[in-house]
């Protein structure tokens, strides 16, 4: 937690065992404080319940999800769901490993590095071994376009049924 918050709430129970209403404690730590002090609202929310028996300065713990459900196992099982079956929905991954739209999103985009592309997860940035392979490839297509011209384009098949065609425009 942050020691600004934590001396601000230090400040605001000791003031309230004096006896120095909300208003003026808020002044005052806006003086002090300036930008980073807390709202008129907290301060009096604080105040409050330091006044009904409060003694820590520590937030409580809230109910709701637990920060634990992006783990290792829940990357690598999302993981294989998409490696499975590409152009399965964030929804039916969602279902199947029992978490929220929003956790799946934040592990395909942020964890695994996975994008969209044409209603197919495909990982965002290629391997320098990747790199280097496409542009080998690249370069050899280019070889043999120059040497065999409009022919070589009508032998080229892809595994995605991707067309590539090489056009070079005349310059004036």
Request: glycine share 6%; aromatic share 10%.
């Amino acid at each position: 937690m942050d020691s600004s918050k934590q001396a601000q709430r230090a400040v605001i129970q000791f003031l309230s065992a004096e006896g120095v209403s909300g208003t003026d404690i808020y002044s005052g730590m806006k003086n002090v404080y300036g930008t980073e002090c807390k709202s008129r609202t907290a301060v009096f929310r604080w105040c409050n319940d330091f006044r009904h028996g409060r003694v820590s300065t520590v937030d409580m713990s809230r109910p709701g999800q637990a920060h634990v459900v992006i783990t290792q196992e829940s990357i690598a099982a999302v993981n294989s769901l998409v490696r499975e079956k590409c152009r399965i929905t964030t929804r039916e991954i969602a279902d199947s490993q029992f978490v929220s739209k929003g956790t799946v999103d934040t592990i395909l985009h942020e964890y695994l590095q996975y994008s969209k592309v044409c209603a197919q997860w495909v990982p965002k940035h290629l391997t320098k071994d990747q790199k280097c392979l496409r542009m080998g490839v690249c370069f050899q297509h280019l070889l043999h376009y120059r040497t065999e011209g409009n022919n070589f384009l009508s032998r080229i098949v892809a595994c995605d049924e991707t067309w590539c065609h090489f056009f070079d425009p005349a310059m004036k």
